[in-house]
């Protein structure tokens, strides 16, 4: 099996006492656009190999980290959300934090509620994404990768959004009956921002959901879904890390990379994993 970091890792630090449990998750089933997010897992998995124990000033696998077997994604979606789901759930009651490697963004819906489960109350998202992911079903389907945080809202999961530049109407219209927060690309590039503060209601545990379709397509092109005008690496990161101060990370997922053959990329998703992890 392989294993996040295996290059970096001791005996210890990757046993099943670690902080961290990495969850892959190999779903690919209402991609519309470009396909691959299949082969997201493992090409991240492969590339963590080549990071360093030290990033953004920290050592996050000295406290470990444990890489579970992928999950069947085999079957029909709603079993195989619950699947996921009861991972997260595990997880979060042995006192970790899961990891989940994705993969479609389908996946954050049994993610989030494994570990809302395991907590006993809703948690707050965190999402870094081009797109708002709230249509009420996509392509008739209600578990659509573009339709998780919908799903999710109706379950009431509070939103923070950072980096959204292409949605519809109806999204626009569930921001608003869901009470969702948000600060779209073109304020956030064009103004330089790196911060933004969250509501002082906005839940203390916070799920982050990263998809790398987020990031500008310069930064992240293997993904199926690129949209110009996306937002910068460390901003990007940056904008997650400032929404954790004062909170605590409770689960993160990285979702939608498509390997196209240039290990840049599946190198910059496990960057961002790391870094993520970091910042728990």
């Not at 897992?41 to 080549?50: D, L, Q, V």
């Not at 509620?113 to 249509?135: C, F, N, Y």
């Not at 101060?245 to 790391?274: H, S």
Request: with cysteine; hydrophobic share 40%; net charge negative.
């Amino acid at each position: 099996m392989s294993i996040f970091l295996d290059s970096e890792l001791s005996a210890a630090e990757r046993s099943e006492t670690a902080k961290f449990r990495v969850i892959p998750m190999p779903l690919e089933r209402t991609v519309s656009y470009g396909s691959g997010t299949e082969h997201g897992p493992s090409a991240i998995i492969e590339a963590s190999n080549e990071l360093e124990r030290i990033t953004n000033g920290a050592e996050p696998c000295a406290a470990g980290i444990y890489t579970e077997a992928p999950v069947d994604c085999t079957g029909g979606l709603p079993e195989v959300m619950e699947r996921l789901a009861a991972r997260t759930e595990a997880a979060v009651k042995a006192g970790k934090i899961p990891v989940t490697l994705g993969g479609e963004h389908s996946l954050s819906y049994g993610a989030v509620m494994g570990v809302s489960r395991a907590l006993g109350r809703p948690v707050g998202i965190v999402q870094i994404d081009a797109h708002a992911d709230l249509r009420i079903a996509y392509q008739g389907n209600k578990h659509s990768h573009a339709s998780v945080m919908h799903l999710l809202s109706e379950e009431g999961v509070r939103l923070a959004q950072f980096g959204v530049r292409a949605l519809c109407q109806q999204e626009v219209d569930s921001r608003a009956a869901h009470n969702v927060f948000f600060k779209d690309a073109e304020e956030l590039v064009v103004g330089n921002i790196h911060a933004v503060d969250l509501p002082d209601d906005f839940p203390e545990d916070i799920y982050v959901s990263f998809d790398v379709d987020g990031l500008d397509p310069s930064q992240m092109p293997a993904t199926g879904t690129p949209v110009p005008g996306g937002l910068g690496y460390y901003q990007a990161l940056r904008l997650v890390e400032h929404a954790l101060k004062d909170r605590r990370c409770v689960g993160l997922d990285v979702v939608e990379l498509a390997p196209d053959g240039n290990a840049a990329w599946d190198f910059t998703a496990a960057q961002i994993v790391y870094r993520l992890m970091a910042a728990c």
